[in-house]
Every structure is written in C-alpha cells, then in structure tokens.
C-alpha cells in the first residue's frame, strides 16, 4: 500500500507541472511601451490548446496601468489590426487610448504568431515568372511542402479562434473578471470572435474600421475600392480649388492605367527598381485611398504621373501584400470572413479599377491554401450571434475595405448597439482626423458601457480633408 502510493505522490509530481505551466504568469516588470511606463511580462501556453501538449508559446503582455488612485476594475483589451500587427507596437491605437488610460488599464496582448509571441515570417518565394498553372501549382504544392517542417509552428492552430482562447486565459492570469474590447480593422473581427467565446466576461465593445463577422471583406473589397475612389474623384469635381487645378483627373487615371497595361514601366523605389504594371498601380491607389490625408493628395499625384511621368510623389504606401507573417496565412486560408474566392472576386468586383489586383491575390491564396495544412477554425465561424452586449461600431464613409454597408444591420444582432459613420473618412482612422472626436464618443461609450447619450454631435463637424492642389 505504501509502494503504491509513493508511485501515487511521484506520478502526481510529474503531472502537475504540465497541468499548470500554462497558466503561470510570469511576474510583470516595468517596462516602456509606446513611450509609456508600463508593466511586461508573459504567460506560456499551449500551441495545441485542446491536448495540452507539445510546443509551448509566451504570449508577450504589456499592461500600461491606470494613472487613476481608485481605477475602473474592467481593463480595455487592444486588439490589433492586421492580421499580424503586434498590439505591443500598435502605437498609434495606444496613444488613442492614453485618453482614457486615468479610469482603466490598458492591456497588449501580442497575438500568437506576432511580435514576441513566437512571431514566424513566411520564407520568400522563388520567382516562378514564366510557368504554366500546372507548373506553377506544382512548383507551390513541392516549395510549401518543404518549408512546412522548418517553421517553427504549427500552422492549424494559429487562427482567430483560438488566438482569443488565449486572450482570455490572459484575463484569467491578470485577475480581470469583466474587460472592455477594442478592436481596430482585423482587430474587429477578433474582437467578434471573443465576444462569441467569452461572452460573458465582456462589458463593452469598440468596433474601429470593421465589418459584421459575415461580410466576405476581401470579396467586396473591388467593389468597394471603385466606390471610395469614384467618391474621391467626384469630390474633387465639386471642389472648385481642386477642379481647377486638376479637371480631368478621371480621365487622367484611366489612361494611366490604360497606358501601364500595355507597356508597364521601371521606376526607382527603396533604392532599387519595381516594374510598376497598372495592377500594382491600382493596390497602391486603394492603399492611400484607406486614409483621408492621402486621398486628398491622390488627383495631383495622378495628375503629375499622367502629366509628368513623375512617380515619385506617390508616398510611402506599400505596393505589395498585406501580411509576411505565417499566422496571417492561417487564418486567411480558414475562417469565412476572409473568403476570397476567385469566382465571387471577378462577379462581385466587375467595372472596378481594383479587379485585377484582386484577382491576382484570390488566385495566390487558392493556391496557397490549397497546400497548406487546414486550420483549427470552430462551425459557424461566421454566423453573428445575437449578443445584449454593448457595442459603438465607427466605420469611416470612404473606406475601401470596411464602408459602413459592411456593418448594417448591426442593430438587429447587437440590440445595444450604435453604428456611426465619419464622414470623408476611410479605413485609417484617428485623432488627427478627427480631432478628439472619436476620444469624446468612445471615453464616454466605456465609461457608461451604454449607446445612450454619447456626445456625437462632434460628428457634425467633421471638415474634409482639403486637397493638395500644389502642382
């Protein structure tokens, strides 16, 4: 009796660690985040949540205390955009937040697969120029089946769902009972994946630059993109200052892409050489048309390359693909929101500048996905569960990704909830443009955790971003 049960005693002793590593935070430390005092640390846990075995992931977490003597119980979780914006660097949202940092902590959680959360880039690619789809596919099939083994990662659980499984261990480390989400872009759709899981330990909601969990984005996303655009255009029309400078800016953007189309060109771009086809012209347009300061510069800029050739007044917003990290790869092969099927592109997106764009990306990732191993992504993630919830949805009214018809109808599954749009806005939305207005509606929005009575009506004076008309 007494062998079995020092047998007893030892097997429990080489259980036990495994049963609650996972769960152990380590001691925050001070640390400075965003140029903020703050305290990091980490929480280890299970890249396979459901066995509890295998590879172990910190989950790296900064918390920038409330300067409050007698702070709110309730901390505003940021959830970052992306997917793959690491929400220990999302300065610009921290700052957003400083605001309100007197009543609430504020707590970063890197998502996993991001920042120091065992972020993993995906290796770059051969150039496969000249091949033919079935060339091509196998030349995919053969790369991305040697590559798999060197990540370090397991691709089929670094998707949304179970990233906030995480967060909420990370609530259930720190000693939060009730948190406040807020979400900016892919955060959104994050945010809407917690709050489906873990319902009940949300108080309020902030959905920034997002869509209803069930809008296929990436498929409306030409469509979209020509409406933002055409609204840009249009006002220029009716801005007597910019129609003077720039009457035929319509026109002026057409041939453009007429013109790259049958002889794309090579310019000068981060010390090298890109040859710039009307395709990538057209990513680069619907990059600067997300925030309103550069879409006001866009009639001069097209003007100057249609007029001058000159190509250099385009800025710094990318031409290329909107995530180099695996975890993106994940979840955009996976979860319904981030559909993008060709099909459903070329129907959806006909007539608009951005097609061929789009087409090119939802042919990558039919591909891609094809061969990449299938996610951890739970039934129905897409289905929008009715939720009492407080939620204050902003949606900018000239986004190209999010325009607020990707939200309507968010009354009928959130019943205490308050869409608003900003008028002249697109996808990047912030303090400085918008003066303090999003900080006024949201300070009060957390405070209350109710739609009722918010001071909107800075909404109304909202100016347009006055065009660059410098030739």
């Known amino acids: 009796m007494k062998s079995k049960m020092i047998f007893v005693v030892a097997l429990l002793l080489v259980l036990l660690p495994s049963c609650v590593k996972s769960n152990q935070l380590q001691a925050l430390t001070p640390c400075t ?14 890249e396979n949540r459901d066995t509890h075995t295998g590879r172990m992931i910190n989950l790296k977490i900064a918390v920038i205390k409330s300067t409050s003597p007698e702070p709110a119980k309730d901390p505003v979780f940021l959830l970052s955009g992306g997917p793959g914006i690491p929400a220990t660097t999302d300065t610009g949202n921290i700052q957003l937040f400083l605001y309100i940092q007197k009543d609430r902590d504020l707590v970063l959680v890197d998502q996993r697969g991001t920042g120091g959360s065992n972020q993993v880039a995906g290796p770059t690619t051969p150039d496969w120029s000249g091949l033919s789809p079935s060339e091509l596919e196998k030349a995919y099939a053969d790369w991305i089946k040697a590559q798999l083994p060197k990540l370090d990662m397991d691709m089929r659980y670094y998707t949304t769902s179970i990233a906030m499984d995480d967060l909420d261990e990370v609530r259930q480390a720190l000693g939060y009972e009730k948190i406040n989400l807020f979400g900016g872009s892919y955060g959104t759709t994050a945010a809407q994946y917690y709050l489906r899981q873990h319902e009940g330990h949300v108080r309020s909601v902030v959905l920034l630059s997002g869509s209803l969990g069930n809008i296929p984005i990436w498929e409306r996303q030409a469509a979209n993109a020509q409406q933002a655009l055409d609204a840009t255009f249009s006002r220029c029309e009716s801005d007597p200052a910019c129609h003077s400078a720039f009457p035929n800016v319509r026109t002026e953007f057409a041939r453009l892409l ?52 000159d190509w250099k007044t385009f800025g710094d917003a990318s031409w290329g693909d909107w995530t180099s990290l695996m975890m993106g790869y994940s979840i955009q092969c996976n979860e319904k929101w981030a559909a993008f099927s060709p099909e459903e592109v070329s129907r959806l997106g006909q007539g608009s500048y951005l097609l061929g764009w789009n087409l090119f990306r939802a042919t990558k990732y039919a591909l891609v996905c094809k061969y990449l191993p299938k996610g951890i992504a739970p039934e129905g993630d897409s289905d929008q569960p009715v939720s009492q919830v407080p939620v204050l949805l902003f949606n900018g009214e000239l986004d190209p990704l999010d325009p607020p018809a990707n939200v309507a109808g968010s009354q009928k599954t959130w019943p205490n909830s308050l869409a608003l749009t900003l008028s002249g806005r697109g996808h990047s939305i912030s303090d400085y443009t918008t003066g303090d207005c999003i900080l006024q509606i949201t300070s009060k929005f957390i405070e209350a955790a109710a739609v009722r009575n918010l001071p909107t009506e800075c909404l109304q004076d909202l100016k347009p971003i006055p065009f660059d008309t410098n030739k």
Request: proline share 5%; aromatic share 4%; charged share 25%.
């Open 33 to 46: 985040i965003a140029g903020q005092s703050a305290q990091c640390g980490s929480l280890p846990v299970y």
């Open 258 to 309: 007429e013109r790259l189309d049958k002889n794309p060109i090579v310019i000068e771009w981060e010390g090298g050489t890109l040859t710039l086809t009307r395709d990538l012209l057209a990513a680069k347009v619907e990059d600067m048309t997300r925030d309103a300061n550069r879409a006001a510069a866009l009639p001069r800029l097209i003007h100057r390359a249609y007029a001058l050739d």
